[in-house]
Structures are given as structure tokens and as C-alpha cells.
């Protein structure tokens, strides 16, 4: 075996544990296509083929995983969302029952449950006035007077 063939065995195996370290620490099944190419061209490099063919099968499998396999698994693999029916809040009309100033947090209800709140507008909100839900960031609605 040449130094060259030798080499590249190296390469391709420090690719393959680097590869793997970055998508262990990441965990955005981003790293783990590439680390799979190089398995591809590290084998290749012990049967003795090219650094070229090397490189071009390497950049093939990983572009090609990268860009088939990724969305599919990440839709598999999706456990950071929460199912609620929270957003069905958003569009419909609360009562103000703590006063909101711009920039500070306030209470509404709607539905019977109370929420912390949060104007978007430049003005305050009154107790008992009216707001319309704009949007839910964590478990604070996000409110503009009507």
C-alpha cells in the first residue's frame, strides 16, 4: 500500500469520529450525512481506489443524504413540540383584567382561564377594555387594544 492510500485511510477515519463528535454535540442531524460519506470513501480507500473517486463518492453520498434523508428523518425525530390547543386563542377577543402598560406584563381572560399579557401597542389598556390576541409567545398573549 502507497503512503498516499495510507493517508487518506487516516483522513477519511479522522472525518468519519469528527463528523460523529460534532452531531453528538449539535444533535441537528446535520453532521451525521457527512460522517456516513466518509464511512463510503473510507472503505473505498481500503479497496484501493482513487482520492478522486474517493472525494466524489464522499460528496455524493453526503449531499445526497443531506438533502433526502435529513427532512425526513427530523420529521421522524421531531420531540421539542408540544401539542395545545393554545394558538386557537389567537384572533379572538379577552377582557383585560389587570392594567397593561407598554412594555410591562398585564392580565386578561378569555375562556374563563386568565393569561398574562403583554400590549403591542404604545398605549396602556385599561381594566375591562377589550383586546384582540395577536399571537402566543411561551405563556404570555401578546394583545393590541381594540
Not at 34 to 61: D, E, K, N, P
Not at 130 to 144: A, P
Amino acid at each position: 500500500m502507497e503512503t498516499i492510500d495510507i493517508l487518506f485511510m487516516v483522513i477519511w477515519f479522522a472525518v468519519i469520529l469528527f463528523a460523529a463528535f460534532i452531531e453528538v454535540v449539535t444533535m441537528d442531524l446535520t453532521s451525521l450525512w457527512f460522517s456516513i460519506g466518509a464511512v463510503f470513501s473510507f472503505v473505498l480507500a481500503i479497496l484501493g481506489q482513487s482520492v478522486m473517486v474517493q472525494l466524489l463518492v464522499f460528496i455524493g453520498v453526503s449531499i445526497f443524504l443531506l438533502l433526502s434523508v435529513r427532512p425526513l428523518a427530523k420529521k421522524y425525530f421531531r420531540t421539542n413540540i408540544i401539542g395545545t390547543n393554545a394558538d386557537r386563542l389567537v384572533g379572538k377577543v379577552a377582557v383585560c383584567t389587570k392594567q397593561i402598560e407598554p412594555g410591562e406584563r398585564g392580565e386578561v381572560k378569555i375562556d374563563g382561564k386568565y393569561w398574562t399579557a403583554i400590549s403591542a401597542g404604545n398605549e396602556p389598556i385599561e381594566v375591562d377594555e377589550k383586546v384582540e390576541i395577536l399571537s402566543i409567545e411561551g405563556v404570555k398573549l401578546i394583545v393590541v387594544k381594540l
